[in-house]
């Protein structure tokens, strides 16, 4: 599987931005996709993870009810719609996929990895 994120950039404050993750690879379909992201000097931090069918979905306590994940495997696409957002948001986002079919929010349950996409809020 080999993923692609996009859709980062410069937002203020209470603004959004929609994140996607381009898969290609024949097991996408079937595998557990999630975000993490990573700020300056910090470790890589879970955001928000989805299963196989979409049916299930699990998001860090500092995102939730801001943040969405969705799925659409006819598209082989991951989406993270992150509204609301806050300056302490701003980090490297990087979605990952695992060969489980179930969602973990542990980033060494995931094989393989995006390049990232950078996200700025501004205060």
């Known amino acids: ?9 410069l937002v ?34 879970f955001v928000a993870a989805i299963n196989w069918s979409g049916a299930s979905t699990s998001y860090a306590d500092s995102v939730k009810g801001r943040f969405t994940i969705s799925r659409d495997n006819a598209k082989n696409t991951v989406w993270l719609q992150m509204n609301s957002l806050k300056p302490e ?27 990232g996409t950078q996200v700025t809020v501004s205060s």
Do not use: H, I, M
């Open 1 to 9: 599987v080999q993923l692609q994120a996009s859709g980062g950039g």
């Open 89 to 115: 948001d701003t980090a490297v986002y990087y979605c990952a996929a695992a060969t489980a079919s179930y969602w973990s929010p542990n980033k060494y349950d995931y094989n393989y990895w995006g390049q």
């Open 12 to 45: 203020q404050a209470g603004g959004s931005l929609r994140l996607s993750c381009a898969a290609s690879g024949r097991t996408f379909s079937s595998s557990a996709v999630g975000w993490f992201r990573q700020a300056p000097g910090k470790g890589r931090e």
